[in-house]
Structures are given as C-alpha cells and as structure tokens.
C-alpha cells in the first residue's frame, strides 16, 4: 500500500508494522540500536512501540543476547487463516487409505505453541504404535515437530528455535541448535523428515508438512512403526507415499524441482554392451562424482542421506564417511584432501577422520538456498552455483571462489544451478539451470574468467526429463545426465545431439570420466521420490554405473588453497 493509500489516523499503526517489517526481514535476531537504526523513527517513539509490541508477545526480547525476534503470538495468528478449513475432516479418508496400505499408524499434527499436538489417528495391523489423540510431544524430536519447523515462515522457523529446549530423551536426540538445523536444511531438501528413535527407543518416524495457499504448513502427515519395522530401507519410501498424500488434501502441487512422474522408458537404439551397475547402492540422491588422480578412486557422495563415498572399481569396495550434513559436490585438491560444497558453503573435508573445517561461504546469511554442483576451473578456482531449498524461485547464483578465499558472484537468477565443464580450450563455460532444461554455453574471458555472451547450447524438452550433471570429454563432447529421462546424453561442440546412453533406471544424476586412461565413464543416479510403480522396473536406481563410450575425459584440476582454512 502506497502511503498516500494509509487512512488517516493510523500512523502509530503505520509505525508499528513497519517495525515489525524491519524484524521479520532481519535474517538474525537484532539489537536495539541495530532496530532503532533500520526502523528510521525516533529514538523515544521506537522504543515506546517496542514496548507494545512485546506486552502483546508479537516482538520475543532475550534478555541475555540483547536481540529481538518475532514472537509467539505471530505463530499462533498464522494459523488462524486456517480455521475455517476442517483440515481434520479432509484427512481422515488419508489416514485410513495409508493405514491400510502401510499396516503402521498415521496420524495428523499440528503446532501447538512450541509442541506437536496429536489430532487424528488410525491405527494399522493393531501391532503398531499407539498415539493419543490429543498428546503433545517435543518439535525438535519428533518427525512431525522437525518438518513442521523445516517449512515454517523463517522468521518465525529462527524465533522458535532460539526457544526451544532441546531435552534429550534417547541416545539418538538432537540437543544441540547446529544439529537441529542441519537437519532441518536436510528435511527441506527432502520434502520430508525421519526420526530414527529421538523421541522414543524403538519408534521410528516419517512426516511431511500439509501446507496452506501461502505455502507454510497448517498440519503434518506422520507414520510411527516399530523400528525394525519401519527401518532406513522402508522409510524413504513411505515418505514418498505421505508427500503425494499431503498434497492431495489440499491440492498443492508443490515443488517442481524432483517430480514422482518420470516420463516413460524410451530407447534411442544405441546400446553399449559393456554398460554395467558396478555398485547397486540404492542411493537417495547419488551426486557429484569425481575421478582422483591421486589415489585412482571414483569419490560420490548421497546429499540425501547425507554421506561421502570412496568408491575402487578395481575391488568394488565403497568406503562410507558420514558427514552428518549436506553434501552437493567434491573436488580433490593438492593436499589429498578434498574441497567439499556443503548446506554451509566450501568446506575441507578429511575423509579419514570426518572433519570438516569451513573455508568459505558464497552465500552467508541466504537460509533458504543451499550449495549444488561445484567444480575447480582451469584457472585453480572454485566455481560453485547455489539454488532455493525447494527450487520454488529463481534465487541461485554463480560464485567463483579463490584460492584465497575470495568470493565473486558471476550469474544470478538460477533455479536450480547444476553441471557445469570447461572447453579443452577453456575458451567455454559449460552450466545447466535443471528447471528451465537449459545448458548454457558462455565465453570465457582469458584474463578474469569473466563470462560473456551467454546462450542456449541445448536444450531439453520438458517431456524428454531435466538436464543435471555434467562433464566435457577431451574432444569436446559435452556429456549431460538427464533426471527423468533414462539416459545421458552427448553434445558435440555446437550443440548437436551425438549419441544417448540408454540407462535402466530413469534418473541419473551426474556423470564424469575415470579410471587410469580416463575412457570409463561414471554415471550417480538417485530413487528419491520415485513411486513404488518405477522403483519395480528400475530397481538398480540409486546405483552407480559404468560404461567405456571411446571417449576420454579430461583431468580435472586439483585445488590448491591449502594455506587458507586447512584443518
């Protein structure tokens, strides 16, 4: 509303939203002078609103930090907007359908201050677990709390965290704030949330937010089972049924970023007889594979069940480092390490002790994006793009970053930023945005790796699936993994579709070239999301394979920052 639009009368009230504006906006908790300051009011009439706005508990002030934070009546107030949907009556016929067909109970929840309410609930095969309509249980410790939390408006998602008190109640509870939030960053990746016995020893948990026409939750969907029962092999997949139920409900469509629709198998005719899933995982998301030189070995990583693999063709052996967080692409560098993109930024990471030491940080304070694909350009820098958690918008961007640490943004409005390759010649970016189904190709100024003149290098079809992964081979093809498409496809220097590898699953994720010549081409895939129906005819997905199309790759180039953020 223009100003000129404000009815007279109002000003007091004018002033006292504006403020409000200013702490909603604050990506963390101000001070006073911080506020006085964004607010652009007089020192006496700031603070006597201040004051109203806390007695009515809109504004939360923490005495020991000196910050202020919106407070718990602003929660309670948004989901008002949704009394008058019976969202009770509407998902029962939910509850049933899911009970019956997963045999666990399910039931719905809301917030309830800073606690998840129990509203409904149906009971499976009668040797489940019991809930209590109407029981109340910790948000940081239970399935349903943590994606109730994870979807939340972010101001309100950071002014309940700074309250909560995260209790421990079994050996597997959250209880410290980093944790929590990692975990939240991991759900909103997901779409849903797991708890592996936080809350009670034996119970396991899977919940997805049921959202309101402004996209914020108005209830949660969660299963409970019997641990082993409900194991790490059983829960993602029910958390793919409870994600199709929750929109049902409503009618939100949700995300388009990772569909549960991929398009039909197709062949395009050309069949490498020595195509082979060389380690049939079962990934979530396999991502970011990459070829090190140094120890002859294909590293990878799942973001979704947030591990970093150490993969030997030779031996078949995959070595686990749970990280514990994010992690979306790896780079080795010169001090046998590796130069990892986490939910946190650039971080080293040693394999062999799992630690982590931060480096840098191309979108500090940003907490609805997160770090995607990432690789060492010729020049020695990182070169890593961003996305929304739930690729909602088109807030990503492109960084380079030093070996010194410096940032510098070079492309913005991204959706979903992704592969991305050099020329031989390094005269050529290569970069996918997934959502638009759009590899770019743009000039690369020699003496700043500026990038110039950008344009549509290829293009996929929304019904031929989304480009994802990429790498360039020594003459110049550009490889691309297309999600959703059963395939990866090459693209000879001008953009000409050359050939298509033809996969048995329907969403590969990342490709790149390996082995001792570089001639064996690697191929990540991923299962998330996918419906029972799909994950029948392609049960390898989340596996990794192989093949040797008569191409090689090029090296990739070692990152040698390592007198800047070393362990």
Known sequence: MAKDDVPSGTAALVKGLTLLDVVADAKTPLRFADLLRLSGLPKPTFARILRTLIAFDLVRQDDRRGTYSLGQRFLELSHRVWDSFDLEAVTIPELQRLS??????????????????????????????????????????????????????????????????????????ITNTDALRADLTLTRARGYSVSYEEHLTGVNSVAVAVTGKDGFPIGALVVLGPAQ??????????GRELIAAGRRITGSTGSVAISSHPRPRTFSGRVFPDLACILPWGAQLGEAPVWNPQDQRLYWSDILHPAVYRFDPASGRNETCETGKLISA??????????????????????ATQKMTAFAQPEEGVNENRLNDAKVGPSGEI???????????PSGAL??????????????????????????????????DTIPGAIYAYDVDPRDGALHNRRVFAHIPDAGGRPDGLTVDAEGGVWCAIWDGWCVNRYLPDGTLDLVIDLPVP?????????????????????????????SEAPLSGGVFSCTPGMAGLPVTLFSGSKVGAP
């Open 507 to 535: 969403r590969p994720t990342s490709v790149c070239f390996g082995g001792q010549d570089l001639k064996t081409l690697f191929i990540t895939t991923a299962r998330t999301r996918l419906p029972a129906s799909s994950l």
């Open 399 to 432: 960084y380079s970053v030093t070996p010194e640490g410096r940032i510098r943004c070079r492309e913005s409005g991204i959706t979903v930023s992704n592969g991305m390759g050099w020329s031989p010649d390094s005269s050529t970016y290569y970069f996918v």
């Open 330 to 351: 790896l780079m080795p560098t010169t001090e046998r390490r590796l130069m990892v993109a986490s939910q946190d930024g650039i971080e080293w990471l040693d394999f």
């Open 229 to 238: 029962r409900l194991n790490a092999t059983h829960i993602h997949p029910v």
């Open 100 to 173: 019956h067909e997963l045999g666990e109970t399910v039931a719905l929840c809301r917030l309830d201050g800073d606690k998840v309410q129990y509203l409904e609930e149906r009971s499976g095969d009668g040797l489940g677990v019991r809930v209590d309509t109407g029981r109340r249980v910790p948000v940081h410790c239970s399935a349903a709390g943590k994606v109730l939390l994870a979807f939340q408006e972010p101001a309100l998602a950071r002014a309940m965290i700074d309250r909560l008190s995260l209790e421990r109640y079994t050996d597997s509870t």
């Open 383 to 393: 070169w890593v793009g961003s996305m929304r958690l739930d690729a909602s918008r």
